[in-house]
């Protein structure tokens, strides 16, 4: 009969040996970063521009922590629904130790709680609605959000266009456009000293098509400007329409209305439209500007766009907290995420403040021959 003390010797070195086998079990061969964006569906086009991003980001630095890196995307098809699944299958399925997404604040709404509720890290590359990283100290962002994004397009109608009455019409069924709207309104009637500064606000729901009643109202108020913000498929079906009627008060839009599709579906129609948005390869901020730039051009032979330059630095800014963190480990990446201070990123410097949001810089673009161009910088103040 095995003795008392014999009896705790070996259960002390099948403990020992427990631990290790777990410690070796654990021990990461690959770091894991999942990426949830539109690849399909009403969003695609911001989507694929995102993962372009991302992908050069990764065949630029395919290694952290000496591990390999190993990108697992999750399209999830512009559907909230879709996008909350994508998140829980990336932390369930493929054990990611980080996110990336996801184009479109309702989608990455979705996806948050989840991803908060699991511990990952999540990394947002354009979701603007300041809901995004609200009570979730998981979810972090590249880019700046809408409050700033609204002034600024607020201010600029204001001082370089000299308007003095705006009208308004928004998507309703999406929250970037509903919480842009609201932040230009309030914006725009503070510079103006004018409550009655916005002379109409109309609404219309993703997939419409006939904008003529709400159209027909805005024309009747005689604006100054219109601020449409949509997403770019409606918006420039909505323009075109506008167009039809008569009404050439300038348009202004959001950071979604930067895709090529934009210009292909409204053609001359949304030629003068002014946007604001995060980044311009014309106006290369940093040395991580000119860099993205020129490997951009060498791997897709063309100037860069916004949402690619975002989801450059998105990877890299996980990949920079995966380095100060040391280790593979979703909440020890989350709290280097956290002390992000002024990043060298292709769209910036970014520091990201308590909510995990990124203070910096806009630009305004505007359609010109067919093609966006920088027409202002506007920096936080």
Request: charged residues 20%; glycine residues 8%.
């Amino acid at each position: 009969m095995m003795s008392h003390r014999r009896l705790i010797a070996c259960l002390v070195l099948l403990c020992v040996a427990s631990i290790i086998g777990v410690a070796a079990a654990e021990t990461p061969t690959e770091v894991r970063i999942g990426v949830y964006e539109p690849m399909t569906g009403a969003m695609a086009a911001g989507g694929q521009m995102t993962w372009e991003g991302i992908e050069l980001a990764q065949k630029h630095r395919p290694t952290v922590l000496g591990l390999p890196v190993r990108l697992i995307l999750v399209d999830n098809r512009s559907d909230k629904v879709e996008a909350a699944t994508a998140v829980t299958r990336l932390v369930q399925r493929d054990k990611v130790h980080a996110i990336i997404g996801s184009y479109g604040s309702a989608l990455s709404m979705s996806g948050g709680p989840i991803a908060q509720e699991a511990k990952v890290p999540v990394m947002g590359c354009s979701p603007t609605n300041p809901l995004v990283t609200l009570g979730n100290d998981y979810y972090f962002r590249a880019c700046f959000i809408d409050p700033f994004q609204g002034r600024v397009m607020a201010q600029f109608a204001f001082e370089k266009l000299g308007a003095k009455k705006a009208a308004i019409i928004q998507d309703v069924a999406q929250d970037y456009a509903v919480g842009l709207a609201n932040f230009f309104k309030e914006a725009f009637i503070e510079l103006t000293g004018d409550p009655e500064a916005i002379v109409a606000n109309t609404y219309y729901q993703t997939g419409d098509r006939d904008f003529t009643a709400q159209l027909t109202h805005i024309a009747s108020t005689n604006p100054d400007v219109v601020f449409a913000p949509g997403y770019y498929a409606d918006s420039a079906v909505l323009i075109s329409q506008a167009r039809s009627l008569g009404i050439d008060a300038p348009f202004l839009g959001g950071d979604t209305f930067e895709a090529p599709e934009f210009i292909e579906i409204g053609g001359k129609n949304v030629e003068g439209v002014y946007f604001s948005t995060h980044y311009s390869a014309d106006a290369p901020i940093t040395p991580a500007s000119e860099e993205f730039v020129a490997l951009y051009k060498a791997e897709f032979g063309k100037a860069p766009n916004t949402f690619a330059a975002l989801g450059y630095d998105c990877y890299m800014l996980v990949l920079d907290a995966i380095e100060r963190a040391g280790v593979v480990d979703p909440v020890a990446i989350r709290d280097a995420m956290a002390e992000t201070k002024e990043f060298m990123g292709a769209t910036g410097i970014i520091t990201l403040d308590e909510n995990g949001d990124a203070t910096k810089s806009a630009v305004v673009l505007q359609v010109q021959d067919g093609e966006f161009k920088l027409v202002d910088v506007v920096h936080p103040r």
